[in-house]
Nanobody, 115 residues
Framework: QVQLVESGGGLVQPGGSLKLSCTAS????????MGWYRQVPGKQRELVAR???????NYADSVKGRFTISRDNDKKTAYLQMDSLKPEDTAVYYC?????????WGQGTQVTVSS
């Protein structure tokens, strides 16, 4: 059974940085995509960043140049480095693993950007 454990959320001031981690278990091999999504109350979950098993990345326009997604295949872990954070980045951040046609989600971690 695939399980995802996220960490690294918290409260940060505008302009600050946070680094999220997502570690997967129950997966064999490295041929799966990983991503980060976020959701605020009353809105749909939206893509933040995604990285393929080959290392190709794509980002939401709102985070380009500020966020960086990476992965360590040996550790089965994805990271989201978030810099120059803005209040509008406040959301619950969810990790996603796409394995074939199936999606697996983490439990979410709260990120709050406020002074």
């Amino acid at each position: 059974q695939v399980q995802l454990v996220e960490s690294g959320g918290g409260l940060v001031q505008p302009g600050g940085s946070l680094k999220l981690s997502c570690t997967a278990s129950g997966i064999i091999g490295r041929f799966y995509d990983m991503g980060w999504y976020r959701q605020v109350p009353g809105k749909q979950r939206e893509l933040v960043a995604r990285i393929t098993d080959g290392g190709s990345t794509n980002y939401a326009d709102s985070v380009k140049g500020r966020f960086t997604i990476s992965r360590d295949n040996d550790k089965k872990t994805a990271y989201l480095q978030m810099d120059s954070l803005k209040p509008e980045d406040t959301a619950v951040y969810y990790c996603l693993v796409r394995l074939g046609i199936r999606d697996y989600w983490g439990q979410g971690t709260q990120v709050t950007v406020s002074s």
